[in-house]
């Protein structure tokens, strides 16, 4: 990002204008469309801190430059005028917190179970940390991003899941009136996915079916997830069959099939109620390709694969 | 609060009315003169949990009523038009997770020798705990309440208070922006004392400092100090020499005399600095009266100490 | 209203905090409630003078205090953030003028026969005496009150109540834009009720018609009458059955069993009509208690007879 | 003006197209050079009733078709953009009530002297009567007049002219907020001249020096002035001696040498003052002329003396 | 237009001043209920340039005054707050440069053949010349006009009349957005009459069809046609037969009954068309008498021929 | 520009994703940097027709694959927020019409003497032709283009160069106004370079005079240059000397050396004077390479000559 000084230095590039030409016709049309739209990013936990790394959570310093470059694209797509709202998760890294300090995890149906305990330490992780060190990667570059949680003006009103799970949550509701103003403000907003009840009662929901409940509420443009697979594969273990574009349809028929599974599960999902409530696309991209955001919304070829209503 | 319903039952209470009329005309001219004006309080951890309490840090019984209350108060100075802006610490609570996670703490001249684990165990219990606590009991009343860090849109540039305490910061400049935009919404901004430098590492500041700083930046009309005292005594040790009204000058003189100790250090130091930079009131009050905010703000003797330039 | 100074002198009150600072907590949410509400309020033309009184209709010294508490009300509500609009009438001042000018009375169903004389003097003493009187005693906390007719911006449209009585109307229709505007510039408008027709002709109208008109046409929240009795009685003769909360079925019912007679008929009608027209609650308070303005808006017990839908 | 319907009947007139279409030229550029130019008008109270009328103080049939020209007039340059403001007396109204109440008139140095009684009927006379007639007669045209008197909102702060006459005030200050807020919502106001002290206590003034006043705090762009005489003479008692323009030089010297004379000087002398201070043009207008206002306004020759700084 | 300085000189005219006052009152309703109006007025090509002048087009020096006199008025009626437009032609222009350049003009059913060489000319002599002069005559009163085409933002979309006649073209669409934003902005939009195909082809199109099209787009109060003839007659070879009023049911008899034929008839046909889909007025003038539009517009017995839904 | 649907065919471009993806991150912070920044581009009118082509310079294939390529690059500016104003010449097709209507050249030290007859023709060109060909161009994307000349509001003020060259102008002021209001609406002005004085008398003048005044006046971020050249050489005669970065001393100095000569002094001094003047960076490009205006604003390397303060 030199485009402060507009002095040039240093040889012509070799690469061929015309091509450069061609990338600029081709991504500007793109810049103009996607113009004060909202764009909900779900930014995986996983890239964020390696459970093994020394260290009380630190973040390693592979994760560091992917938080980096990831962070410049949010702040390229807003200084472009658009509205990215960042949700994430942090299970790595709540996992690490609760070993260090002696809690056991129970699970059920995949589910981690959550007392009180439990619960507190999460929100100290997701809040205080995870959502932090966002923050911090985007705001070297200015004043932009504001850290949320579900709690903040009752954002994210939940519900439990089940009264086995403890307080596991579900989106009841969302109110997105302090997203939208942030956004109006030219802020960043970052959400950590607590929500609360309406006795003031926390819950810990998971974060790509807040994304998606979010992208609804706010009306958003697209959806996007940043995993660490390259796209939707046809057949999971072909990765030629990877798919450039599917219908909600085709996702729902994927999870029926059972081609969908594990964590890919509430990202489908998400992706297809998203698009069938009016969310324009949604895209489930290599959040490992640098720069997998531009590449995604500023080409016509794009890098994942993208959901059509 | 119960005024929605607008029906009456039950008997006329035997207080004279003369007197709830003389108080009502002693009241309303305050409320009309704070008025859209900004209301810094500074709420402390001590009120908040009790370290020697069982369990992780859960609020006790007597702290949870305190905080309803605060929270009461706060909700109401926002429902009458005043900007209230609560800046909180959480001390004991950091003193907690540390003896939990088996962390030896360390001091120098009184300040906690704050290393690169310190800090994130600082970071997640006031951003992910003691923030999140006062959020949720305002927001009980209503989607008011936004927690931030000095963090979000680089609210708070921190700069090394020395070497040798590592990552504990001074204030070294506030954007209050992000404050001021919350606030024109009719939100409450709660904000955990966490700063940062352009590079994006993060410093713990102490509470009482930052509100002062945050009132001056604001160009708030009181800076208000919560604590588990009275007020302020001209003789520490005599009950009876509680002083109603001090000017900047008195304060900077019971520093100076060594009357002031301890954490009423940076609290009487705050208070004479913002007074001098053009707040117009600071107020030292006793945290455990019920209502103290109310009672100090709207009527014509107040509860505290009141400072003047 | 010494908040001004905002500095402290004498001692404490020995009034227990606790209990004033429940009356705080009481009024503070109706202050919230009734913020940018109209409120409508007749205003007695017998608390302003005494016809007895010696002198052209000048001020007697307990209706000068009378009338400075209630214009001192009237200013803390429109410095909270109400819109108070003030209606008068002065039967008592048009009677003593009309003595001195040796102009004999005449009454048909105790409704003044009003010729061209009568009207003239009458629109002196309303709009020329009592309405200035008024205006000049809000005027001494500042540039607030500003007198109308409803000749101005043709504010009352009126029509001949019956050819027998001449110039006394009716109201046929109410233009409140003049008033709204007022309000919202923070003025307190105050209404002498002269209506016009059409060809510009005057008439005299009873200003608890009229106050419920205004009340109606402007969608005021509350409408109040200021009477020399404490309230309504279920039985007029029996001081202790006192109603603290009547419908608008009740009063109907009242009139219709002659319960409410003489001057309280229109006032008990224009409570029930504007009520039932949308006006949240009608009132009927004693104004010689002083501050019942306050007392009736502010506190959950109030001190008059309220009326609902 | 029957430009509402835009029908044609009858025959076209007469009259010279070429002479009419040069009228039409002449006149357009002053609408254009007067839009949202304040106009103050003082307009004398001897056009508005004859003392020696019978009946108590109404309007004749010939002061009555005056008062309904005038009113046509200013409802005209209102309907253009123009903003008139109505200045008015009532000296010989005030006397036809006070001979009638029996209230012995004096006089010092040519000024009435005023006690409470008097004042009380001078400002029943000027703000219920006077006023009114002048509001009522605009309105016929539409819900446009608000009558005011210099008590509104603090209008005209007045100071006593001399202890010897008693409440005869002097204009200590203009505050035009309310006048200029009237004007700004498409209101004509028309000013009653009773100022008061900070106490409440009211005063009779010159209405002569009030419209002065009025025109040079709200920077108007004239002020003029309805007599009825046809303007200044050079020499009073020549009627060739008519001046078409002079400068407040001129009228300050007229007044020296005693050229301008008895209810003239206050006339002359607001003039001076209001061009000095920077209205752009005064004007002293034979109210007599059927629609004077238009003529001196809308065409080169004008019809009366202006007056230039 | 001498309202700049506002000093008098020389004798008061003659002229009756009841006459003046008369014609002042006739016409300020008429300014009044024109303002922030549209009026679309089509100036003929006729009167701008004579086909047999020496010299490329040279503008003589009747026509010259008679542009200018125009020129005045629009510049008064846009002075007085009301906004015109102005759409021309150019015929005997364009007839002449085809002449010049040796172009034979071929004609079909009284429509001038137009191949790709005759538009060229026909565009550049319209907008390059025709246009020019009136924005020139127009503008030596202040910076006000602004020519436009129908290509201009896409103003008027065009479509082939018959493939016969080339690039002849009817209006197909008019959005007036561009019209409406120089109105809105004080200016003088003036109109050549060449439209466009959405492949950007152009279209000459007849200017009364195009004036018509744009009345009724922008929602115009007025659409007035300046001619060389005094109006409409009910028998053509008859000058005592000029209609004053019309109603668009006589003018669609008058082309049926070929009462109207020649170029009247895209007049006749425009103004029925206009004030059937909500013009409120057709007006036919004769534009060679000296500001008839002032005339008709601003006096009740008008100029020329109005016509009415 | 096929972003419109966001549907993908076809199989991903061979190209680096890498290479994208850095172009994407340099292009981002230009389109940022230049948001609302207005960029003066002079088109020359070489490029818009071909003297020698057949036809009443009728634009040939060539000329118009340019203009569409050109037309399209102004309206991707104006899609990412930024203001392009065009300015033109059309030398070429002037002196084509001449010859056509037999109209001999005559120059004076290279510059065309101009009498009335050359001018007229002049202006139809400039205004009828040359300028409709590029806002049909521009506008077959959406109605964005509006023609302009230097009359319309007065744009250009105009004085003559000398008496021996007729009506060959000087710029004497540019009033910016209605460019600032039609890019403040969206649009794209396109200027053709008439000016006059303020009698109405139109002067042709120099478009790259022209494109720096205006760049000037309006505060322009860019003036940009479209020549057929390469750019600035440091020795005309070697291509391989082509300089990439300049200052204005360096380009006076150019001029001053007779380095720079011919049609490239107008453009050289142009830049001098605008980046003297505030415009931040002067740009002398090559029109012929495709995207030219795009390589060249949004690559760190650009394609052209810059011009440094």
New interface residues.
């Given amino acids: 990002?030199?485009?402060?000084t507009?002095?040039?230095a240093g040889p012509?590039?070799a690469?061929d204008?015309?091509?450069?030409?061609a990338?600029?016709?081709e991504?500007?049309?793109?810049?103009?469309?996607f113009?004060d739209k909202v764009i909900v990013v779900k930014y995986g936990g996983n890239a964020l801190g390696d459970a093994g790394d020394a260290?009380?959570?630190?973040v390693g310093s592979g994760e560091a430059a992917a938080l980096a470059s990831f962070a410049?694209d949010v702040v390229?797509l807003r200084?472009?005028?658009m509205g990215p709202v960042v949700v994430h998760g942090g299970g790595p890294q709540i996992g690490e917190?609760m070993r260090?300090?002696g809690k056991e995890a129970a699970f059920r149906d995949g589910l981690r179970v959550t007392d009180?305990?439990t619960l507190?330490?999460a929100?100290?992780?997701?809040?205080?940390?995870v959502?932090?060190d966002i923050?911090?990667?985007i705001?070297?570059h200015?004043?932009?991003?504001?850290?949320?949680?579900g709690?903040?003006?009752?954002?994210i009103t939940a519900a439990a899941h089940s009264p086995e799970l403890g307080f596991v949550g579900n989106v009841h509701d969302v109110?997105p009136?302090?997203v939208s103003?942030l956004l109006a403000?030219g802020?960043i907003p970052v959400l950590a996915t607590?929500g609360?009840d309406?006795?003031?009662q926390?819950y810990n929901i998971n974060a790509d079916t807040v994304a998606g409940a979010v992208a609804q509420a706010i009306g958003a443009e697209k959806l996007i997830f940043l995993t660490n697979v390259e796209g939707l594969r046809a057949d999971p273990s072909d990765p030629a069959s990877l798919l450039?574009?599917v219908t909600a349809a085709d996702l729902e028929r994927m999870v029926a099939d059972g081609v969908a599974v594990g964590g890919m599960v509430p990202k489908v999902e998400a992706c297809a109620q998203a698009v069938r409530a009016g969310v324009?696309?949604g895209h489930i991209l290599d959040g490992r390709?640098?720069?997998a955001l531009?590449?995604e919304l500023?080409?016509?070829?794009?890098?994942g694969t993208?959901v059509?209503p």
Avoid: C, W
């Fill in positions: 990002m030199n485009a402060g507009g002095t040039r012509r590039p690469t204008a015309r091509k450069r030409a990338l600029l016709v991504a500007l049309p793109y810049i103009r469309r113009r260290g009380a959570g630190a410049e390229l200084s472009v005028g917190l260090r300090l009180a305990e507190e330490i929100r100290m992780v997701l809040v205080g940390k959502n932090r923050v911090s990667a705001n070297v200015g004043p932009l991003a504001v850290g949320l949680s709690e903040d003006a009752n954002l109110d009136t302090i103003r403000e802020l607590i609360t309406e006795s003031g926390a450039r574009q324009a696309r390709v640098p720069h531009l590449l500023f080409t016509d070829a794009g890098v993208m059509l």
